[in-house]
């Protein structure tokens, strides 16, 4: 691919030049005369849209596509009144946000400070001057001083006439407009974090009910096992393995509760509040199931509306504005200053309003001495729009993968959940009826061991399996929704 390593985004501003002078337009616009978007166009042409995962996840999803239209944000489908107000508070708490919104008003500061600068600058000013005499009228030696008060209105008015300050003007803005999509894409971002976080809190709270039954169990099992040994019924082996699960159980249960924290802990810097806050918030129950449709993506949607996309997109425009303007500092800068004042020379007199001096002056700088800072700045811009061409580029590149990505791991989440739930019931079943054959005679104690075994692994899985189908509609869903 063709990459263009300069481009100007809008018309030489000063039409006279190009009338006297071609040549000068012609060095200086001819080999970057394509826009921004022209090169973000380009850019979009030579992508392939087409994603490998699409096809085979299609089948699997309704043939409806998510609309710029839509009403209800996605993580609503999930109907969990709890992740809801999570949401809520990370959008209003969350301090990546609020970083963010503060990046975003120093841009918008340096964009009021770019308009300004294509204005005037009007400054009242008072000053007091002494000047001192050491000979009279008639040359006798003698010190006089002299009080001066003079009242000026001065004007300044830089000339905008090669363009730099209104390309300036145009680099600040799109800079704006990239940090707002930032903003958006930290919201995103911050949201889909809560969500994992939240469902991986939830799923390994259901994960240690589950330990907690089965160390009752294994623990009932080891005192029954206990009693058959008294009687002769059972061996030393049977109640060591029966303890060894027992410790197992408690051991696992123990790393439980330690990631349990642990993501508390990390929900809790995403929110913005108080670990106190968090463990209030969140309820006891099970589980949220996955939903079963979700519609499949609208892949030339997405890269004209992920903030991440558009933000990198702003930025291409941004850089080469900004080597716009670098360019045209080459060029000679024309002003115009004038002052309007009036002086008084009594002590302690205010100047009148009667005596009113004026002058305009104008001025014509170009730079002679000092071009190599000029093009090693012109130098830098063109590497930033470089990097800035690359970024755009890059960041389509990823947002194609991870679309991917999603859409496998999802079109595979509910059917791996469907298999770790008949594996989980099958589990249990087994060790059931193990235990009543056991308890019968017809079966030796190591059967109820391993049967036990695979229940508890059976049943974790299964809850692991409804996580990571909940976390691959997250992940799926936060990469192509319209409502970020």
């Known amino acids: ?160 006439v090669f363009g730099q300050a209104r390309a300036a003007l145009k680099d600040t803005k799109y800079e704006v407009a990239a940090n707002e999509e930032l903003l958006r894409d930290l919201k995103r971002i911050v949201t889909s974090q809560v969500a994992t976080t939240y469902l991986q809190l939830r799923s390994t709270q259901a994960q240690i009910s589950l330990a907690e039954q089965s160390e009752a169990r294994r623990a009932d099992n080891l005192g029954r096992i206990d009693s058959l040994l008294e009687k002769g019924y059972a061996t030393a082996l049977d109640f060591s393995r029966t303890e060894s699960q027992l410790y197992q159980s408690r051991a696992t249960l123990a790393g439980l509760k330690a990631n349990e924290v642990q993501l508390t802990n990390q929900l809790s810097i995403l929110l913005g509040i108080s670990l106190v806050e968090v463990r209030s918030l969140i309820p006891s129950g099970p589980l949220v199931q996955p939903p079963q449709k979700t519609p499949p993506p609208s892949v030339e949607q997405l890269i004209y509306n992920r903030p991440d996309i558009r933000a990198t997109e702003h930025r291409l425009y941004s850089g080469a504005y900004r080597l716009n303007a670098a360019k045209a500092s080459r060029l000679p800068s024309l002003s115009l200053s004038s002052q309007i004042g009036s002086s008084a020379s009594e002590t302690g007199q205010l100047p009148s309003l009667e005596r009113i001096t004026a002058n305009m002056i104008g001025s014509l700088v170009t730079p002679l001495l000092g071009r190599g800072r000029i093009l090693a700045a012109i130098d830098l ?104």
Request: with cysteine.
């Open 1 to 160: 691919m063709n990459q263009p390593m300069e481009l100007i985004p809008s018309k030489f501003p000063h039409l006279a030049i190009k009338a006297i002078a071609p040549l000068i337009c012609i060095t200086f616009v001819g080999c970057v005369s394509r826009r921004g978007q022209d090169l973000a166009s380009e850019i979009q042409r030579n992508q392939d849209l087409e994603l490998p995962s699409q096809a085979s996840a299609e089948a699997n999803l309704p043939s409806e596509q998510f609309a710029a239209s839509d009403s209800h944000f996605w993580w609503e489908a999930l109907e969990d009144e709890t992740l809801n107000s999570l949401i809520r508070i990370a959008h209003e708490q969350s301090w990546d946000i609020r970083i963010g919104a503060t990046r975003l008003q120093e841009a918008l500061s340096g964009l009021r400070s770019s308009r300004a600068a294509l204005l005037p600058s009007v400054d009242l000013s008072l000053e007091e001057t002494v000047n001192e005499f050491d000979v009279d009228s008639n040359e006798f030696q003698r010190e006089t001083l002299r009080f001066t008060t003079d009242l000026n209105l001065n004007a300044v008015w830089q000339i905008d």
């Open 381 to 484: 811009q063109s590497a930033q729009l470089q990097a800035a061409y690359l970024n755009y580029e890059r960041g389509i590149a990823n947002a194609l993968a991870e679309i991917d990505s999603a859409l496998f791991s999802l079109s595979q989440s509910h059917e791996i959940l469907r298999l770790r739930t008949l594996e989980s019931n099958s589990a249990r079943r087994a060790a059931e009826l193990s235990h009543r054959l056991f308890l019968a005679g017809e079966l030796d104690y190591t059967s109820v061991i391993v049967a036990e075994q695979t229940r508890s692994n059976a049943e974790s899985n299964a809850i692991a399996a409804q996580r990571d189908a909940l976390t691959a509609y997250v992940n799926y869903v936060s990469v192509v929704s319209p409502r970020w």
